[in-house]
């Protein structure tokens, strides 16, 4: 059976870690990262005790090779036409060269080869070995292979894609997605990104646009300014955002106040409880203090027991909140009330009767416990509540804005459902489990990948950045309600630093009229334009090519967004629009201009005549004022019910980092 290729890979991000994976996209590319190496030992009856020894001399050189070494990527530039077999034998002969002409240890140490989407291979190496490869001809770069943690009903509807009976989208045909494939990798760097030659999801993700693969990957769920990963423009870099579903267990205290906090807890409480603070049920280990997050052995179950308890969460996604409800029920707790300072509004599946809070409520909760002489609560049972708060809002737990690595290019692209999504769960996590609810820059990447499906299913031959504009340019910035996207904890009003672009609109992106195209070529200028030479270029796109002439700016890159980090006085960039629409069609600017910038476009008016004819226009930026801060306006293109919108982000020239 044949299949066309979708060309699509999504790339998230959660606590969870997934050591190696690979898949392969059949009769095209193959993206993988290498499998677990595991130490198999097959015992047997043999007829010499000398075999026996020789046999443990070899698995003891192994373990001490696994012991000393750790996992290296051995990039060697693109693909070619050789045998996989062939690519093989050179493999092991080049390992064979550091392993003292052992081709037992080469073998063992080797891990995996690439050879479609790039070539080169993964093999267990110590650091000096590594560098011994590094200067061997051929090959362009070796670097560690870094530990990846992963960043994945209602959604689809709150999002606005309409199907008919048929799965298709009316108006349009969708027929071709019958033979589209999309594959998941899921993983995304832990630390902060250098640059994109050293970034293993950088330089592949390059060569996959370069063979017309759109790559997604999550944004990350750090939430802090500045912490957005995976930003090479290559790739679609996507945040989390709610929808209008909730999950809430709604609790009363002795005072009748009533409250409502997330959960997934569908035990009961028999009758009301007396609650405490944790800081209060202390077992003399542990400080208050301590105590007050429910660590593991920190409660006093003579002063726990059944009782209500309103323990404390940081926000660090390392702690566990199910794993708080097991102390509490271990302690003899009946219920726990769970006060989230970062008020993240994850729902949880909690081992009592519980709910979480943000820290203003937990305060007035607390309040009423340490002034009330036997204070009480009782909590219900989790429900679905629907459209009780406005949506979409951006995640408290998703990263955010500006790109450390390279200012001039807006990350994240755009924001998707990614808080509280139900979804299948895998049996072989859990074989009881069918279903499971989570929250994560992992959901969102997998409703924006079935859009981008949707979209390469309509129109098979665009390329992936003019599939990636279709989704920008006409994504949203207000909400169901019609009011602008705010950010979560705090409400305040959402900037492109949190949702890019905006969130994605399903009636708009299959017309969205004019499109921004980037070949190929145009990231090779992009990586000279921030001060790349031929060595490090080459790092990235693992061919001859090279810096020549003088490149454009970075902000010049023909992006569907545009930012200019450092204005002084006048900074003026181009971009170019391809008409995708009818044949004869006008559109006029409509400009907001950030806060202190006086922004004019010309021309004002694009004229096409056919499809595809291609128009570049000009936006000039001029300093009326001198702000501190990044401010946001934007540009949108209008021809009758067409709209094609870009956020502008600009910040005055200075010396300051974020």
């Not at 077992?283 to 429910?294: K, M, P, R, V």
């Not at 204070?375 to 009780?388: H, N």
Request: glycine content about 6%; some cysteine.
């Amino acid at each position: 059976m044949s299949y066309n290729i979708i060309s699509t890979i999504t790339l998230i991000s959660d606590p969870i870690y997934l050591h190696y994976s690979h898949f392969s996209l059949t009769n095209f590319l193959t993206v993988s990262l290498p499998s677990p190496l595991f130490l198999r030992l097959i015992m047997a009856y043999w007829s010499s005790i000398l075999y026996h020894l020789f046999l443990l001399s070899l698995v003891l050189d192994g373990a001490r090779l696994c012991f000393s070494s750790e996992v290296y990527v051995v990039y060697m530039g693109s693909k070619n036409a050789e045998n996989p077999d062939e690519i093989l034998k050179q493999n092991h002969q080049m390992l064979t060269s550091l392993h003292g002409g052992s081709i037992e240890k080469a073998k063992a140490s080797h891990v995996y080869s690439y050879s479609n989407g790039f070539k080169g291979f993964a093999a267990k190496l110590t650091r000096e070995q590594a560098s011994i490869l590094a200067e061997m001809p051929n090959v362009v770069s070796v670097f560690p292979n870094e530990k990846r943690s992963l960043h994945t009903t209602r959604s689809w509807d709150f999002m606005g894609l309409q199907m008919d009976e048929a799965m298709e989208i009316p108006g349009f045909s969708t027929k071709n997605q019958e033979n589209v494939i999309i594959g998941f990798v899921d993983t995304g760097s832990n630390s902060p990104q250098r640059d994109y030659f050293s970034d293993s999801i950088s330089v592949g993700s390059f060569h996959a646009a370069s063979h017309g693969i759109l790559v997604v990957a999550s944004a990350g769920n750090v939430g802090t300014r500045g912490s957005v990963a995976n930003l090479a423009p290559w790739i679609l870099t996507v945040g989390a955002s709610s929808t209008d579903r909730e999950f809430v267990s709604s609790f009363v205290l002795g005072n009748r106040k009533k409250f409502m906090g997330e959960s997934l807890s569908t035990f009961r409480m028999k009758s009301p409880a007396r609650i405490i603070s944790a800081s209060e049920a202390n077992n003399g280990l542990f400080t208050a203090y301590q105590s007050s997050f429910c660590l593991d052995g920190s409660l006093d179950r003579k002063k726990t027991r059944g009782k209500v308890v309103v323990c404390r969460h940081s926000g660090n996604p390392s702690e566990s909140r199910v794993s708080k409800s097991l102390v509490v029920k271990r302690a003899g707790g009946v219920g726990m009330v769970l006060v989230d300072e970062a008020e993240s509004d994850l729902a949880a599946p909690f081992a009592v009767p519980a709910a979480i809070v943000g820290r203003t409520i937990g305060e007035r909760i607390l309040s009423y416990v340490n002034s009330t002489r036997k204070p009480t609560s009782f909590i219900s049972p989790a429900r679905t509540v629907i459209g009780s708060r406005q949506a979409p809002r951006v995640a408290a737990f998703s990263s955010k804005g500006p790109n450390l690595l390279t200012a001039e290019i807006l990350k994240p692209d755009i924001v998707a459902p990614g808080l509280n999504i139900l979804a299948a769960w895998s049996p072989a996590v859990n074989k009881r489990l069918r279903f499971n609810i989570l929250s994560g820059t992992s959901m969102s990447c997998p409703h924006v990948t079935g859009l981008l499906a949707l979209i390469k299913a309509v129109y098979p031959s665009w390329s992936p950045a003019a599939i990636k504009s279709a989704l920008m340019t006409t994504a949203t910035v207000l909400d169901k309600e019609k009011n602008p996207i705010t950010a979560d904890p705090s409400g305040r009003i959402a900037t492109p630093f949190d949702f890019g672009s905006g969130f994605p609109s399903p009636s708009k992106f299959l017309e969205p009229g004019l499109v921004y195209d980037i070949q190929p070529s145009d990231y090779r200028n992009f990586l000279c334009s921030i001060g790349y030479n031929d060595k490090t270029l080459q790092l990235v796109t693992g061919d001859r090519s090279k810096c020549t002439g003088l490149a454009p700016t970075a902000s010049n890159l023909n992006y569907p967004s545009i930012t200019v980090p450092n204005l002084k006085g006048r900074i003026s960039v181009t971009r170019t629009l391809m008409n995708v629409g009818k044949p004869q069609c006008s559109y006029k600017a409509l400009v907001v201009s950030p806060s202190g910038v006086n922004v004019t476009v010309a021309p004002k008016v694009l004229d096409f005549v056919r499809y595809g004819q291609k128009i570049r226009f000009t936006v000039s930026f001029n300093a009326a004022d001198s702000l501190a801060d990044y401010v946001f306006g934007s540009l949108t293109w209008k021809s009758g019910r067409f709209q094609v919108s870009s956020p502008l982000v600009v910040r005055f020239a200075t010396d300051t980092g974020l």
